[in-house]
């Protein structure tokens, strides 16, 4: 099965939701930084960028986006 780049961004999207979730519950558990939470903030890092990505793709503004200067 193919994903077209509305199905992979919103797999993304959740993949990075369910992460979110996951870390809230370690650190409920336990505050201290482990490594189970830090590889699940990678995850969410990873998916994000695939979510940023494929909006980008699918809005197809034909230019790069750029952040304000602060």
Known sequence: MSWDNRKALHRHACHALED???VRHLLEE???WTYEVEKKLHAISHHLRHTVYRSGVEIN???????SQQ
């Open 20 to 22: 979110f979730e996951a």
């Open 30 to 32: 336990s505050p201290e």
């Open 61 to 67: 503004w034909g230019r790069p986006v750029r952040r």
